[in-house]
């Protein structure tokens, strides 16, 4: 059987301490016995399932809802002293219990109370009760507070744990922060000596390829001066004919200058000039035999060479 004892004032008497105890088998909904006292005397009574289904009907609640607000009244004590009033009548034993709502109170239940011949033996039977509950009370703080302490051990040990941690990772994050430094130092060296190597090679790779150029075209141009010189020289050799003239023929310059299918070959004047510089043209008739070659129609002159 479950049972609780609690301190409650009666509105007719306020200055007067009760003491209520409840208790019941399963369920507050399935009945309770109520024993009241204060100090001296002592009274008892008994709910039954068809009271309290009966209540809740009249108050026109569900039977869960109304088990529940005599939980808050009679057992819990969890709501403020204003909320659930409680009062008795010695003269007829009426006791009853009610529930403030704003400006409204409405009374959850009453029952007619017995008086006990030995009250003694009842309020002996409450003070045992609430000894062992006392010492149940003690028993579980002793434990809880056992538990306290193991565990606040426990978090000393975390809490050295976790800032040996801290202190190991701040440690590692410097020193790797250390590493770090010295690993990008020595790459910026060495993209720095990279980009050093690779503006030297560009360098010297543009001043072979301007060598380079520079060569072909004096080579180009040696070629081109050389092709020069030769067209040159066949052109003055083309130039150099021999002046074969017989004394009949000299009547005959005027006929040959004025023939028509004699080509003027003159060279320009840079040809002109090479002619020269290389070779003095005097220009000589020599008398030459009166035959005329036959390979050419026209007569040939010499140049004195």
């Not at 969890?78 to 009548?89: C, G, I, W």
């Not at 060495?190 to 503006?199: A, F, T, V």
């Not at 030769?230 to 050799?237: A, G, I, M, Y």
């Not at 004047?269 to 036959?294: A, G, M, Y």
Request: glycine share 2%.
């Amino acid at each position: 059987m479950e049972r609780n004892v609690s301190r409650i004032h009666i509105v007719s008497e306020p200055s007067i301490i009760y003491f209520l105890q409840v208790s019941w088998e399963k369920d507050l909904g399935s009945g309770f016995d109520i024993i009241l006292t204060d100090g001296q005397s002592a009274w008892s009574g008994t709910v039954t399932t068809s009271e309290i289904s009966r209540e809740a009907d009249d108050m026109a609640m569900e039977r869960d809802k109304y088990v529940d607000e005599l939980k808050k009244a009679l057992v819990l004590g969890t709501e403020p002293a204003n909320v659930y009033k409680f009062d008795f009548s010695k003269e007829n034993c009426n006791f009853s219990y009610s529930r403030n709502l704003k400006n409204v109170s409405f009374i959850l239940g009453s029952l007619i109370l017995q008086k006990v011949s030995s009250p003694a033996e009842v309020i002996r039977e409450l003070m045992s009760y609430c000894l062992n509950c006392m010492a149940d009370q003690l028993a579980k703080n002793e434990h809880l507070q056992r538990e306290n302490e193991m565990l606040q051990r426990d978090w000393n040990d975390v809490q050295k744990r976790l800032e040996k941690c801290v202190t190991d990772k701040e440690n590692l994050e410097a020193d790797l922060h250390k590493r770090f430094v010295l690993v990008l130092n020595e790459k910026k060296a060495k993209i720095r000596s990279l980009h050093k190597s690779l503006i030297q090679a560009k360098k010297s790779e543009k001043e072979k390829q301007d060598e380079r150029e520079s060569v072909d075209n004096a080579q180009s141009l040696n070629k081109r001066e050389s092709v020069h010189d030769e067209s040159s020289d066949e052109e003055s050799e083309n130039l150099t004919v021999p002046i074969e003239v017989t004394s009949a023929g000299i009547s005959q310059n005027d006929s040959i200058i004025s023939n028509s299918d004699v080509i003027d070959v003159a060279p320009s004047r840079k040809k002109r000039q090479r002619l020269q510089k290389n070779i003095d043209i005097v220009p000589q008739l020599t008398p030459q035999k009166s035959s005329f070659q036959e390979k050419e129609n026209g007569y040939y002159f010499s140049l004195p060479g």
